[in-house]
């Protein structure tokens, strides 16, 4: 490896440690509390080296997501190119996807939760803002083909494929919604319980009868 190929190893390296120490100090503080300062620790680097990366908090968060969610769409596109051999169990494999996106990172998924926020999004820059929505426009692009494959062979209730991807990806993070205000509120979780029924239910409504 040459001495450039190396340099820009050590810069991707150095970016992705910068990502991760900010999803840790907000998993520990929340995002109020964080300063370039703390994430500057965290990533064991000087402030001026930080800044040679990245100018402010939420251009970092950004990109923690959008690396994340890239991960997410990967996912998806791998259950769509598996439709025909997982047709009959294509909605229980989807959720089961979403839990796996959920449980691979717990913080960096409530750290995409916090930023799809309406008053997160009105307050990012006008380029931050536009990331964002790119990243989401093709998660729901990818949710929206598995669906349109479910509808098409009739395993799934003729509707709109894409407000079907909105239904059952909303489902998915209301529960999580609810599941981390009993987290704050130090009340007992039933997540697994609430994914099963939620999956049930969502079966009785979407599947198609035979």
Not at 9 to 29: F, G, P, T
Not at 186 to 197: F, Y
Request: charged share 30%.
């Amino acid at each position: 490896m040459g001495i450039k190929e190396r340099r820009e190893r050590e810069k991707s390296e150095r970016r992705e440690s910068i990502l991760k120490a900010a999803i840790r100090v907000y998993d520990k503080e929340g995002y109020h509390a964080i300063t370039m300062e703390k994430i500057a620790e965290a990533a064991e680097l000087s402030r001026a080296t930080l800044y040679l990366y990245f100018k402010t908090k939420d251009e970092i968060f950004i990109h923690a997501i959008l690396s994340y969610s890239d991960f997410f769409r990967e996912r998806l596109e791998k259950v769509y190119a598996g439709c025909a051999e997982t047709k009959d169990d294509l909605l229980k494999n989807l959720w089961f996807t979403f839990i796996e996106f959920y449980e691979k990172d717990r913080p960096s998924f409530n750290v995409t939760l916090y930023f799809h926020q309406s008053e997160m999004i009105r307050n990012l820059p006008e380029n931050l803002r536009i990331m964002l929505d790119h990243s989401g426009t093709r998660i729901y692009e990818s949710l929206s083909k598995i669906m349109a494959y479910g509808i098409g062979q009739g395993v799934f209730r003729e509707s709109n494929p894409k407000t079907l991807a909105e239904v059952v990806w909303t489902s998915f993070l209301g529960i999580i919604h609810l599941e981390n205000s009993k987290h704050a509120m130090s009340r007992k979780p039933h997540l697994a319980v609430t994914w099963q029924l939620a999956l049930e239910m969502l079966s009785k409504g979407i599947l198609k009868s035979h």
